[in-house]
């Protein structure tokens, strides 16, 4: 059993190897949510009010994507916006696109994009 200085040490060693490998560990968290899916699902249900604290907190910290992403939603969701079918980049479809924006500042200015040409843009495919 560790003694509680090893534990510490232990949690300072960590802290600074996540501080200094981001990526592996996105790809660690990445990986981790694609193979726990319903584990994921399950402890959302269960802590609502955790999902909750953390979705205010991403529109707290992120307000200008929220404000762009909630204009559009409206726009779509009125009617006044018309969501294509087919995928601005490849012309894949018909399929369900997502509004992509270049510029947050324009939140109108939006690029229709399929899935996959979507994660390509973002570098979350490969190309």
Do not use: F
């Not at 009010?49 to 907190?57: D, G, M, Y």
């Not at 696109?97 to 690029?111: F, I, W």
């Amino acid at each position: 059993m560790r003694t509680e200085e090893q534990k510490r040490m232990h949690a300072s060693y960590q802290r600074q190897w996540r501080a200094n490998n981001p990526e592996k560990v996105r790809e660690i968290n990445r990986r981790y949510r694609e193979n726990n899916k319903e584990k994921i699902a399950e402890w959302k249900k269960m802590h609502p009010e955790s999902v909750n604290e953390h979705k205010r907190r991403w529109e707290i910290n992120n307000a200008e994507k929220h404000r762009a992403h909630r204009t559009i939603d409206n726009k779509v969701n009125s009617g006044r916006m018309n969501k294509p079918t087919h995928c601005e980049c490849c012309g894949n479809g018909p399929c369900i696109t997502q509004g992509h924006h270049e510029d947050y500042s324009k939140p109108l200015d939006v690029l229709w994009l399929c899935d996959i040409c979507h994660r390509k843009t973002h570098g979350r495919l490969e190309a």
